[in-house]
T-cell receptor
Framework: GIQVEQSPPDLILQEGANSTLRCNFSDSVNNLQWFHQNPWGQLINLFYIPSGTKQNGRLSATTVATERYSLLYISSSQTTDSGVYFCAAFGSGGYNKLIFGAGTRLAVHP | SAVISQKPSRDICQRGTSLTIQCQVDSQVTMMFWYRQQPGQSLTLIATANQGSEATYESGFVIDKFPISRPNLTFSTLTVSNMSPEDSSIYLC???????????FGQGTRLTVV
């Protein structure tokens, strides 16, 4: 089945810094999503982005499906951005199984 | 967006007991999914719940340990049976309103087994 790898595993930032999180996947995908898991465990949808570029405030994401990677950009980071960021993908075989990467644990310090 | 209500939000249970987690969706969906997130780990799919048929379990998960009900198109339950401390995890339900499109998650159930 599809493999999803995220980097870096851990990231520490000062408030106001920018960062880029990467997600590589091993096969073509029908669906690519980015999530933010807050300290209470809730999984927040950030982007549904099988291809192309999207922006939402200080966050943006780009998926290059032909090269099998996606990037999540966080600009002007805030302490509330802390938590774990997951990317997840469905494989292209038509089976509704969302495969998660291991996550990037982000800590933003004031 | 989606409204997925999951309860309880957290619980502390004695080993050997069972806990049933409920997931209610704001509109009808064909498939509902249950995930487990062990401490410090990523999410792993436990099973897919279809209305009117038995749930489909992933490798490493069995019906006796994680029985699932799906009585209608907006509701599902997951039971964690005969619990041990190793079952301490966050359990999340998920739906996608159209197959292979954006998935949405409930707020999760944080289970601690003592």
């Amino acid at each position: 089945g599809i493999q999803v790898e995220q980097s870096p595993p851990d990231l520490i930032l000062q408030e106001g810094a920018n960062s880029t999180l990467r997600c590589n996947f091993s096969d073509s995908v029908n669906n690519l999503q980015w999530f933010h898991q807050n300290p209470w465990g809730q999984l927040i949808n950030l982007f549904y982005i099988p291809s192309g570029t999207k922006q939402n405030g200080r966050l943006s994401a780009t998926t290059v499906a032909t090269e099998r990677y996606s990037l999540l950009y966080i600009s002007s980071s805030q302490t509330t951005d802390s938590g774990v960021y997951f990317c997840a993908a469905f494989g292209s075989g038509g089976y509704n199984k969302l495969i998660f990467g291991a996550g990037t644990r982000l800590a933003v310090h004031p | 967006s989606a409204v997925i209500s999951q309860k309880p939000s957290r619980d502390i249970c004695q080993r050997g007991t069972s806990l049933t987690i409920q997931c209610q969706v704001d509109s009808q969906v064909t498939m509902m999914f249950w995930y487990r997130q062990q401490p410090g780990q990523s999410l792993t799919l436990i099973a897919t719940a279809n209305q009117g048929s038995e749930a489909t379990y992933e490798s490493g998960f069995v019906i006796d340990k994680f029985p699932i009900s799906r009585p209608n198109l907006t509701f599902s339950t997951l039971t964690v049976s005969n619990m041990s401390p190793e079952d301490s995890s966050i359990y999340l339900c998920s739906v996608d309103y159209q197959p292979n499109t954006e998935a949405f998650f409930g707020q999760g159930t944080r289970l601690t087994v003592v």
